[in-house]
């Protein structure tokens, strides 16, 4: 059974699979770069901020950083547009612009 997430590509035969709901290859996260399949924006209107933080448990991407409890610009390298923060946030200071940044 493979057990390193480098060997699985499309050469791999299916004997060599991981049986499923096991996690292979776990805490990658950080090196897949998947902001790249963004289609909108999200812009942070920093002076509109409240720094409720309300926006930062909703996102699915965890592209919300936070740092001495105040939120910071997003980490466009994981964030894939998909708008929730903006729904969340009260204080309009997260805008969805069209295009990737």
Excluded: Y
Aim: negative net charge.
């Amino acid at each position: 059974m493979v057990s390193d997430i480098n060997k699985l590509g499309l050469d791999v035969k299916w004997q060599d699979l991981t049986p499923g709901c096991t996690i292979v290859g776990s805490c990658t996260a950080e090196a897949f770069h998947t902001g790249e399949w963004r289609v909108d924006t999200p812009e942070f209107i920093e002076e509109k901020c409240k720094q409720c933080l309300l926006c930062v448990p909703v996102c699915p991407d965890s592209s919300i950083p936070v740092k001495d409890g105040k939120r910071l610009d997003f980490d466009f390298d994981h964030c894939k547009g998909c708008g929730i923060c903006e729904k969340a946030c009260p204080f309009g200071a997260i805008i969805m612009k069209k295009g990737v940044r």
